[in-house]
């Protein structure tokens, strides 16, 4: 069963100096606690086209998170593909707002295999997610306090 899960938050920084973070995908795993470690299976680490490993645990849950970059619209949005054991697709969103903030959105839709549970592990899953996907976004934004 598929689940949209959408969190965002205002950064204290301009689009371009939060851009500047995010790109360094490698450095995801500093503000998203979901995320232990990230390995590159392509030589290029920025980009459309880049692909990924994400070793993830939320909880007893751990699991490798496969990645494709589908977007690199840079200081607007970065998209991915998901195609390991939950498929689906990802996309951060940065908008200018107010005097030099920046609107930051997470929006995933996320397919669950049956051994996950179907459609009960997608609500569950969702729940968890938007929490654990909100407490990231907070450290992401405290990277800029």
């Known amino acids: 069963m598929t689940r949209r899960i959408r969190v965002a938050t205002e950064i204290p920084a ?9 790109r360094q995908i490698e450095r995801h795993v500093e503000w998203m606690q ?18 990924f490993d994400c070793a993830t645990r939320v909880g007893p849950i751990r699991l490798t998170d496969r990645m494709i970059v589908t977007e690199w619209s840079g200081e607007h949005a970065l998209g991915i593909r998901h195609v390991g054991l939950v498929t689906g697709s990802g996309r951060f969103t940065l908008v200018p707002v107010g005097s030099g903030s920046t609107q930051f959105s997470w ?29 990231n976004l907070r450290n992401l934004r405290d990277r800029f306090v």
């Open 14 to 22: 301009p689009p371009g100096v939060v851009w500047a973070d995010i």
């Open 107 to 135: 929006e995933e839709e996320l397919v669950f295999p049956w051994w996950m549970g179907g459609g009960f592990g997608a609500l569950i899953g969702g729940v968890v997610l938007g929490r654990l996907w909100r407490r």
């Open 34 to 51: 979901d995320a232990v470690a990230i390995t590159f299976t392509t030589p290029q680490h920025e980009g459309e086209g880049t692909a």
